[in-house]
């Protein structure tokens, strides 16, 4: 973790020279292209510290209703739409509140963003709390479905600068449900379209 840090600690005073360096670039149109892909570089390496920090010094751990949690997260995203399997009204979980809320919306913003819409789904197994996240967008290639949950790591064909986003929203989702005893998972839909399916174990 302190070498993850440390990483984007080197990164943040190389980016800091370059800006300077394109400062006195008198082109004005590459100028403004370098400084594009300093500002992109600047907000990776923000969200990269945040990260580390966020792992070196986890919140405390609560009772919440995941069924509410999971109506908010919907609720920020117009494109989003819930389902609930069986129509639970409440289902009591002890979790990381905050960090759970924000691997869920990292996986409902990827679907709006790349794939149009998310349809999320909550169902429950013998053994597992399960939520899928689905959408409309091209998927991604069979051999970068692992590659896509490393941090940074970008399928190009999937997101674009177009798009936008720092490459670390799976890799957070990922550690988020992993550190709880679950993991998340993609797969792409036999009717076109990306599913990012959610495995927490049941409590009690």
Not at 73 to 94: F, G, M, N
Not at 105 to 121: F, P
Request: aromatic letters at 4%.
């Amino acid at each position: 973790m302190h070498e993850f840090g440390s990483e984007g600690a080197k990164k943040t005073g190389r980016t800091t020279i370059r800006r300077l360096r394109t400062e006195f670039v008198d082109d004005a149109e590459p100028q403004q292209r370098m400084l594009a892909d300093l500002g992109e570089m600047e907000t990776m390496i923000r969200a990269t510290l945040a990260f580390a920090k966020e792992e070196a010094d986890p919140e405390p751990r609560q009772s919440v209703d995941l069924v509410s949690l999971l109506q908010s997260v919907c609720q920020d995203w117009p494109e989003a739409t819930l389902t609930l399997e069986d129509e639970p009204r409440r289902l009591a979980y002890l979790c990381q509140p905050v960090a759970v809320r924000r691997g869920l919306t990292n996986l409902v913003a990827n679907a709006v963003k790349y794939g149009d819409r998310a349809r999320v789904t909550l169902a429950q197994t013998a053994a597992d709390i399960v939520i899928a996240v689905d959408d409309d967008g091209p998927g991604i290639p069979e051999d970068e479905m692992e590659n896509v949950f490393r941090p940074l790591y970008r399928v190009e064909q999937w997101r674009s600068r177009d798009t936008g986003g720092t490459g670390l929203g799976l890799s957070v989702a990922r550690a988020v449900f992993r550190a709880h005893g679950g993991d998340v998972t993609l797969a792409n839909r036999p009717e076109g379209g990306l599913r990012a399916t959610v495995t927490l174990p049941r409590q009690g």
